[in-house]
């Protein structure tokens, strides 16, 4: 068997066209969201995350508990919204 020039340049082309293809396919994080049950922003944001390829857990929470686990993990409370996010160990506000 006799490889061409032209078969191996076609077969590189066809790998490197398709290398970028390879990072669509991997998974979107989790984002594990706190969130209030009677918000309609939290559900918008809820909506919107998976819109755009996370995989998305959900919390309800409000009150006490809400502002304590945020005051727990970092977040000022002049920064503290209705709902949260935590993903790969950021939290988002």
Known sequence: ????RRQILTAVA?????APLA????????????????CGCCRAWVA??????FRVTEERSFGTLM???KLD????????S?????IEGYMIE
């Open 1 to 4: 068997m006799h490889i061409t």
């Open 14 to 18: 066809g790998i490197a066209s398709a």
């Open 23 to 38: 990072a669509f396919a991997q998974v979107a994080p989790t984002i594990h969201v706190l969130k209030d049950p009677n």
């Open 48 to 53: 919107i995350l998976r819109q755009e390829g």
């Open 67 to 69: 502002m304590r686990h």
């Open 73 to 80: 993990n970092g977040i000022p409370q002049r920064m503290i």
């Open 82 to 86: 209705c709902h949260t996010g935590e």
